[in-house]
């Protein structure tokens, strides 16, 4: 909206074309998300309270989270809101890429506040079933969406990280990676969501991650040097990318150790399928999976558990997601959180790395 505005203000004083500048609007989207958030954070755990919105323990966490019992829960709407309202706000509207990002966040968040006020009223979310089936209805509409829209065959070339010859048009192909991807990021970030601040600190190294991927595929200079894909119009998913920073920041203020409001599955469902509808937009899914190595690990160990109990009827880990058997093991909460924070900052490392070294 005020990248349009600055086009009028910019016949008032050319000082105003500044907010033309996609770096500065990185910047504002990520202060405003932030501000937003902080902000809005106090009224919003008030609200919750008074409504009685509130986390009820269930049998499948270590007894130690019976303490956590009355905190209050769709915490995830405050971050919702905050990147919206600055993505809104400081991205180009015109752009397509910006439309398919915002549409992502909102529709995976709506599933999210169906469960999450489901368990809040009747004690018990949407079965694994039916959600699994509004997830990948909504995954596989956003991939077909995706896939129409593509303008350029590098829209739906396959790219691996490191290796620098490796091109493979996909075609239809391109539909099946895309729903994997946002599908399984989706799930795999509510997975992790078990912790104090544990998921929303990776998310946000992520999201800034792919900020800086998003800028460089959408810059025709810097693509070529970097012998990256150059994707028109991907560097305003940067702006996007920023506000998930900002709003995520702003909403760890509230839901570091000891949380104040939990995220639920409004926020996790959300910017799991957001972060997996960058990637697929940036033509990265691979360096996601490497950036996403904690959400994978989480995703993985529940696999293997619920397999292995199913086969041979015993149980790799203590509990799962793997977080849970840290704690069962006698670790404190926040020594589990942090220690995976340092992990997921080295995976993102790694994954940046992958900008030159190919």
Known sequence: MLYWLSDVLVQVDVGFGVFRYLTLRIIMSMLTALLL????????????????????????????????DGTPTMGGVLILLSILAATLSWADLGNRFVWVAIAVTVVFGAVG???????????????????????????????????TIAATPVETTLILPFIK????????????LAYLVIVGSSNAVNLTDGLDGLAIMPTVLIAAAFAVFAYVAGHATFSEYLNMPFVPGAGELAVFCGAIVGGGVGFLWFN?????????????????AALGAVAVMV????????????FVA??????????S??????????????????????????????????????LVLIGLASLKIR
């Open 298 to 307: 989480e995703a993985v160990s529940v696999i293997v558990q619920v397999g």
């Open 165 to 176: 010859e490796f091109n493979l048009q996909m075609g239809i192909g391109y539909i099946v």
């Open 256 to 272: 570091t150790y000891p949380a104040q409001v939990f995220m639920g599955d409004v926020g996790a469902l959300a910017l799991g």
């Open 37 to 68: 958030s902080l902000f809005c954070g106090p009224l919003l755990i008030r609200w919750l309270e008074r409504y009685q919105v509130m986390h009820a323990y269930s049998g499948d966490r270590p007894t130690a989270h019976e303490r956590k």
């Open 309 to 346: 109990f199913k086969f041979t009827g015993r149980r790799v880990l203590l509990m799962a997601p793997f977080h849970h058997h840290f704690e069962k093991q006698g670790w404190a909460e926040p020594k589990i959180v942090v220690r995976l924070w340092i992990v997921s900052m080295i």
């Open 113 to 147: 506040c169906m469960d999450d006020r489901l368990k809040v009223i009747r004690g018990r979310g949407l079965c694994a079933h039916s959600k699994f089936i509004w997830l990948s209805m909504a995954s596989l509409g956003f991939a077909v969406w995706l896939f």
């Open 283 to 294: 033509r990265q899914e691979f360096v996601l999976f490497i950036m996403g190595g904690l």
